[in-house]
Structure formats: C-alpha cells, structure tokens
C-alpha cells in the first residue's frame, strides 16, 4: 500500500505487484467487477455501460472518487472495498492509462452515461 500512496501523492508508477492486485480487483471484485461495466485494454475488459476507461484517462482522484461514492448510476463501493483495495483500483486505473498524476485532470468525469461519447 505505500507504493500506492506513493504513486497517489505523484511519486511515480506502481510497482508490479500493486498493478497485479489492482488488475485482480478491477476484474475479480466479487461484488461487481469494473470489468462488467467499464472496458480498459489492460485489464482485457470490454464493458459498455460506463465510460470506456482508455479514452477518458481518470485520474487518481476521479476513479477514487468514483469508486467510493459513486457517480450517475454507477454505485458507491466504500461499504464493499476497504480504502486500501480503492487505492489499488485507482492507481491501476490511471496508471495504465497515462493518467496517474492526481492534479490536473485531462477530462471531467462524466455523471450521465447518456452524455459519454459511444463511438
């Protein structure tokens, strides 16, 4: 979990291990894997619910946010996800899509899917 806040915090990209465990939860949550809505070349995840995760690039702070109190109709998961497993998922998320900095995100995350570019 240091390298994660680390990496969080904008101390470079994580190490093999926290990228294997945040893969693992991205597609292996029992709960609801992010696999089953969001696609994400890395993870070999093709979901077409939410936002395509390799074009919208979140950061560290957007798929953190998202992940713990949800936003439009994607649900809250800080019942379900204890904070160390949401930094997992946060830091493999925008790390493998270039967008691991914290600050300064490329695009505002989408609240509607109705509003998210399909094509």
């Given at each position: 979990m240091g390298l994660a806040l680390a990496t969080a915090m904008g101390g470079g990209a994580a190490a093999a291990p926290d990228h294997e465990r945040g893969r693992a939860l991205f597609n292996d949550n029992a709960l609801m894997p992010c696999s089953a809505c969001h696609a994400l070349a890395d993870a070999e995840a093709e979901g077409a619910v939410g936002p395509d995760l390799d074009e919208f690039a979140p950061t560290?702070?957007?798929?953190?946010?998202?992940?713990?109190?949800?936003?439009?109709?994607?649900?809250?998961?800080?019942?379900?996800?204890?904070?160390?497993?949401?930094?997992?998922?946060?830091?493999?998320?925008?790390?493998?899509?270039?967008a691991a900095e914290p600050e300064g995100s490329k695009a505002e995350m989408p609240s509607d899917p109705d509003t998210t570019d399909a094509s």
């Amino acid at each position: 979990m240091g390298l994660a806040l680390a990496t969080a915090m904008g101390g470079g990209a994580a190490a093999a291990p926290d990228h294997e465990r945040g893969r693992a939860l991205f597609n292996d949550n029992a709960l609801m894997p992010c696999s089953a809505c969001h696609a994400l070349a890395d993870a070999e995840a093709e979901g077409a619910v939410g936002p395509d995760l390799d074009e919208f690039a979140p950061t560290i702070d957007q798929v953190r946010a998202a992940v713990t109190s949800g936003i439009g109709i994607m649900p809250a998961f800080s019942e379900d996800l204890g904070e160390d497993e949401i930094e997992a998922i946060s830091a493999y998320v925008a790390g493998v899509t270039g967008a691991a900095e914290p600050e300064g995100s490329k695009a505002e995350m989408p609240s509607d899917p109705d509003t998210t570019d399909a094509s």
